[in-house]
């Protein structure tokens, strides 16, 4: 027996509840994993609220990522006693997530825990972490260096902006942070933001091309702030986006890209090459202490979940709340 949160559908609305679940509810796959932690952001809250349209099927475990130790595999890849990582792929949308203390995965959703890193820190990092690392390497990919100029980061008292601003940082780079919440000021600086400028800013719509500021910029928003931080970036620069939070809209023309040479990268943290994923969490342990990681994040229970669930669609929380689980 082990506790899972689990969500239903009743006459129509969305419930939420932790319960007692046998391994053999699990779906059947390769994979047994004790998990020691998950994490919650934005897309679970809008699935455990039922606000928004995220889970296909009924039941279903939320969470997007977990990290744990294999107890029982079906597989080449991994054997009884690997710590792993597990992000993405649908989970907690159309597989069982992460928000259970154990749960059965497919080997392809999962990477192994890198050296020196634990399974807390782990999930500080998240799959809001990776898809920050992943952005940083698309700019990298595309050119753009610390010494091109400063680089946008919007949404970024986010978990994946937080994550980014501190990365951006470790590499040398000039960050500029937008935030709608005026009180998160000292918590990006902190992040690594050189400076913070406000969301207001950035929504009104642009001109097909405005005054060039930006080197490059990682969006997790989408919509008019994009639209705007393609026609202010430089010749040559780029553009990382990873989110849709604004929508799904894109306010521009062709001319940042034909007369300025702007790239729009667009990353996905599931869909790119496994080899990739490898990569960028190594990269992850490598440019992140532990001390950067506790400063980005909370840790709260599992019963405490639906609460917080409706905090992170308010926008009423920072950085990266973690789930404790304890696997029996």
């Known amino acids: ?184 000021e000292s918590y990006l600086i902190a992040m690594g933001a050189s400076r913070v400028i406000s969301r207001d800013s950035m929504q009104e719509p642009a001109k097909p091309l405005e005054k060039q500021r930006w080197a490059g910029g990682i969006d997790t928003v989408g919509d008019t702030i994009l639209g705007r931080m393609l026609a202010e970036t430089h010749y040559g620069g780029a553009i990382a986006a990873c989110g849709l939070a604004g929508g799904y809209k894109l306010p521009t023309t062709v001319m940042p890209f034909i007369l300025r040479n702007v790239r729009l990268q667009g990353v996905d943290s599931v869909m790119c090459p496994k080899e990739t994923r490898t990569v960028a969490w190594q990269r992850l342990q490598q440019l992140l202490s532990s001390e950067d990681l506790a400063e980005m994040s909370q840790t709260i229970s599992l019963e405490e979940v639906p609460e917080y669930a409706e905090k992170i669609v308010n926008g009423q929380v920072r950085g990266r709340t973690l789930v404790k689980l304890t696997a029996q």
Not at 106 to 119: A, D, F, Q, R
Not at 125 to 154: Q, Y
Not at 159 to 168: C, E, K, N
Request: net charge negative; glycine share 12%; charged share 20%.
């Open 1 to 184: 027996m082990f506790k899972a949160l689990v969500l239903d559908q009743i006459d129509g609305k969305t419930k939420a509840e932790v319960r007692d679940l046998e391994v053999s509810d699990l779906p059947n796959e390769p994979l047994l994993v004790d998990v020691d932690y998950s994490s919650i952001n934005y897309k679970d809250g809008l699935a455990i609220t039922g606000t928004g349209r995220i889970v296909s099927q009924f039941p279903m475990v939320p969470g997007i990522d977990l990290a744990g130790t294999v107890t029982e595999s079906h597989s080449d890849e991994f054997s009884v006693g690997d710590t792993i990582i597990m992000t993405g792929w649908s989970v907690g949308e159309r597989f069982w997530g992460g928000l259970s203390e154990k749960a059965r995965l497919k080997p392809e959703w999962c990477v192994p825990l890198p050296p020196g890193m634990t399974s807390h820190d782990a999930m500080v990092i998240g799959t809001a972490g990776l898809t920050a690392m992943l952005c940083v390497m698309a700019l990298e990919d595309a050119g753009v260096t610390p010494e091109s100029g400063e680089v946008v980061v919007s949404g970024a008292a986010g978990g994946v902006g937080s994550v980014a601003l501190r990365l951006l940082a470790a590499l040398g780079y000039e960050a500029v942070a937008i935030t709608g919440r005026a009180e998160m």
